[in-house]
């Protein structure tokens, strides 16, 4: 089955710094790559997601990259904010793929504080 | 329009007692799922149900039973609790296909004593 890495496990950021998260999967057939985020108490939810033919999505100050040959996928938080501070988890599915439904397999998340 | 509804939020059972958490969504999704939330491990999935009247193993089914109710319901059981099984439990849903967002449930947080 599909296993997904992620690092690092806490990252502490000065507010207006960069936010940089890397994830590594297994399973070449993984096609559907989310980010979810995760406040203290609260449901995970998506802040952005990349499918397997676009190399490159932003939205705003976030932006993830896809390398399919390496299998790693990466967020990218630009001009970070306290509002950021969070769990962030990637996921690797195959989604695409009618026949495997949509579960996602998660990254153990990563803790980011950003520092005012 | 709740999205993803989950009960109870909260629960403590004792060792071998057993009991249903419930899921309901109402985004019209063929798709639904159970995940188990452990500090430092992310989210693991116990039981999926790609559509209705299936339902299949996830990552890690043992000690669970699950029914997919009908398209809008799917419930978790837990048939003879363990402290092992003290976890927050995420339910989900999302369309069966096409890479699109599972939306999650507010999270039921199970101790086990």
């Known amino acids: 089955g ?12 000065q507010e207006g710094d960069s936010a940089v998260i890397k994830c590594t999967y297994s399973d070449s057939a993984s096609n559907y790559f989310p980010w979810y985020k995760q406040e203290l108490g609260k449901r995970p939810q998506l802040i952005i997601d990349i499918r397997s033919n676009v190399g ?3 939205d705003q100050r976030i932006a993830v990259t896809l390398n399919k040959t390496a299998k790693h996928f990466s967020l990218h938080i ?3 904010q306290p509002e950021d501070s969070a769990v962030y988890f990637c996921a690797a599915s195959r989604g695409m793929i009618k026949a495997a439904g949509n579960k996602l397999t998660f990254g153990g998340g990563t803790r980011v504080l950003v520092k005012p | ?3 993803v509804t989950q009960t109870p939020k909260f629960q403590v059972l ?10 309901a969504q109402d985004m019209n999704h063929n798709s639904m799922y159970w995940y188990r939330q452990d ?7 116990i039981y999926y149900s790609a559509s209705e009247g299936t339902t299949d193993k996830g990552e890690v089914p043992n000690g669970y039973n699950v029914s997919r109710l009908n398209k809008r319901e799917f419930s978790l059981r837990l048939e003879s ?20 967002e599972a939306f ?3 999270g039921t947080r199970l101790t086990v004593v």
């Open chain 2, 104 to 106: 999650f449930g507010q």
């Open chain 2, 81 to 100: 609790a363990a402290p092992s099984q003290t976890s927050v439990y995420f339910c989900a849903s999302s369309e069966a296909q096409g890479g699109t």
């Open chain 2, 14 to 23: 004792k060792t071998g007692q057993s009991m249903t958490l419930q899921c």
């Open chain 1, 78 to 80: 630009t001009e970070t």
């Open chain 2, 39 to 45: 500090p430092g491990m992310g989210l693991r999935l």
């Open chain 2, 1 to 3: 329009n709740a999205g």
């Open chain 1, 2 to 13: 599909e296993n997904v890495e992620q690092h690092p496990s806490t990252l502490s950021v």
């Open chain 1, 56 to 58: 490159e999505k932003k």
